[in-house]
């Protein structure tokens, strides 16, 4: 298996603008989730779906930002309009929620700067 | 209040030593609790995860328990070598839900 894929690795954009974050969960993982990690606040949860379904949005910092996730493969993070303090590492990252286990494995994150 | 708490923030050693990581959570909910490591630029690579129902867990150089009476888990690497070199971070899963709540890592410096 590829492992949670993410796109873009780098993502440079200037206030303003929108900006779409893409996350490919692992094949066969019901749960998705999305993490924010910044040096003042270090690794946040964001939002995060069961089964294509949100089910905790508390952590989504304001009314700019929304997720998607309109299939089992594929989720969306959307920052409209942006600001420099959401410059951040976003990592998506997926589980499979039978057992006793849900162990959560990571992608490689989206380095996002606005300027 | 930090829900999960890692101290020291920073460690440095000599190769050959054994490394102890400390981890402290104030939420005896504890469903599972997730090690991982982080190299610089990079994502979380998933070490070890800690069932509520177990007490440790092994994989090669690496051993994590967990006592949740304390409110505490441990990681041990054996042998450190200058690759071991990474952010360590817990994590811990509630038994209400399925979010980590991270703590804020421990950086270690591994030196030959």
């Known amino acids: 298996d590829a492992g949670v894929i993410q796109s873009p690795r780098h993502e440079v954009t200037e206030m303003g603008q929108e900006v779409t974050l893409r996350c490919k969960p692992i094949s066969g993982h019901d749960y998705l989730f999305w993490y924010r990690q910044t040096m003042m606040r270090g690794l946040e949860l964001l939002i995060y779906?069961?089964?294509?379904?949100?089910i905790d949005d508390s952590g989504m910092p304001e009314d700019r930002f929304s997720a998607k996730m309109p299939n089992a493969s594929f989720s969306t993070l959307k920052i409209q309009p942006s600001e420099p303090r959401d410059s951040a590492v976003y990592f998506c990252a997926s589980s499979w929620g039978g057992g006793n286990y849900n162990e959560q494995f990571f992608g490689p994150g989206t380095r996002l700067t606005v300027l | 209040k930090q829900e999960v708490t890692q101290i020291p923030a920073a460690l440095s050693v000599p190769e050959g030593e054994n490394l102890v990581l400390n981890c402290s959570f104030t939420d005896s909910a504890i469903y599972n609790l997730q090690w991982f490591r982080q190299d610089p630029g990079k994502g979380l690579t998933s070490l070890l995860l800690?069932?509520?129902?177990?007490r440790e867990q092994t994989s090669g150089r690496l051993n994590a328990s967990l006592d949740k009476s304390s409110g505490r888990s441990t990681l041990y690497i054996a042998a450190s070598q200058p690759g071991d070199s990474a952010t360590y971070l817990c994590a811990q899963i509630k038994a209400a839900g399925n979010k980590l709540t991270f703590g804020g890592g421990t950086r270690v410096l591994v030196k030959p």
């Open positions: 779906f069961n089964n294509n379904v949100p």
């Open positions: 800690i069932q509520s129902s177990q």
